[in-house]
């Protein structure tokens, strides 16, 4: 069986190669020679479901930021049979004109020496060659996307191990809403990444069922245990979870009123739909959705459903309480 190559090494390899090319890439160009997608190649996977994982992997990457363009044909530009996809290297340039004070350098300077050519994985680089010896030029230096430090979850690297182990996890989950937490055992099948939270996708011992949990509300240490499962149950865990966190996204949504030009316009914008009074944002999680539009303040105004908008005043009484109780004690 050839090797799982998880979701965000997939990830990094698709944006190094989309980068490594000025013309760009055709979709069957991208899954025979990048890693992630060659590997389920080999292994039979039906070029459909390679196809739609492309789509998936391309839409997550331009709700990062990250502008994937596509080129279709000139004479017809809504063909996309044989479309070409890339990332222009000139979305990343800064302005000619912008100056740095040797102060705001150094910052620079110490922020790239967290990242280096040899952050980029093996098969990311064997992919840029692949893409060179079909007679598509890259541009150089290709620099590295994986950073050498990490800002995720304590609990993803337990889990990780323990996925590519097929081993039994047991941790504390706090569900919103409960005083304390409960223990959960389950058998982790993925880590998936779905607007900007990483997830664990298993199967819970206890319930005999398949389960998510948010890795951030794991309290404590995941432990890793001696018992072990079929790791075949692991294949097709991420697009499973992945399209399940979808379908919840798809049945719940909030309609919401933001102050044009402000944070928030920018980063609901980028997530939601137009709709007659202000947009319409899917969402999978209220408590989760609940904490980051308290954050925007006067920005956006909730005004459906109900549930969502009590929870936001909620938290938004709860930060002016304790404001107050803090000017109190100076």
């Given at each position: ?18 980068m490594a ?11 025979d ?7 389920r ?11 739609k994982?492309?789509?998936r ?7 990062l ?9 000139a ?16 979305e ?44 598509i030029?890259?541009d150089?230096?290709?620099?590295g ?22 081993r039994v996890?047991?941790f504390?989950?706090l ?8 223990q ?7 880590l998936?990444?779905?607007?900007a ?22 309290v404590?240490?995941v432990r890793?245990t ?14 499973r979870a ?26 609901l914008?980028?997530r ?28 956006v105004r ?11 005043i ?13 000017e109190?004690?100076?």
């Open positions: 069986m050839a090797a799982r190559i998880p979701a965000e090494e997939r990830l990094t390899n698709l944006v190094v190669a989309l090319t000025e013309i760009g890439l055709t979709k069957q160009q991208i899954l020679n990048v890693s992630g997608y060659r590997q190649a080999d292994a039979g996977a039906r070029s459909d479901a390679l196809e994982m492309f789509e992997d391309k839409d997550e990457l331009r709700t930021g990250i502008p994937v363009e596509t080129i279709g044909d004479a017809d530009p809504n063909d996309l049979r044989e479309a070409r996809y890339r990332i222009p290297q000139a990343y340039d800064l302005p000619a004109d912008i100056e740095f004070t040797p102060a705001e350098l150094a910052v620079l300077r110490l922020a790239g020496s967290v990242w280096s050519a040899e952050s980029v994985s093996g098969d990311a680089q064997a992919g840029v060659r692949k893409i060179r010896a079909l007679g030029d890259g150089e230096p290709i620099i996307f994986a950073p050498r430090i990490t800002a995720r979850d304590a609990a993803f690297g337990p889990l990780q191990e323990a996925i590519e182990k097929s996890v047991v504390d989950y569900k919103p809403g409960e005083d304390a937490p409960r959960r055992t389950i058998q982790p099948l993925a998936v990444d779905y607007e939270r990483w997830h664990v996708f298993g199967i819970d011992v206890d319930a005999d069922a398949d389960r998510m949990f948010l890795l951030g509300r794991i404590g240490d890793i001696t018992r072990t499962f079929d790791p075949e149950l692991r294949e097709g865990a991420g697009e992945l399209a399940g966190l979808e379908r919840v996204a798809t049945e719940n949504s909030a309609l919401l009123e933001v102050t044009p030009g402000t944070e928030a316009a920018l980063r914008g980028r939601a739909t137009p709709a007659t009074q202000g947009i319409r944002l899917p969402f999978v999680d209220m408590h989760i959705l609940a904490d980051e539009l308290a954050s925007y303040g006067p920005e909730v005004v459906e459903p109900d549930s969502l908008r009590d929870a936001v909620s938290r938004l009484r709860a930060v002016v309480a304790a404001n107050a109780e803090r109190e004690t100076r």
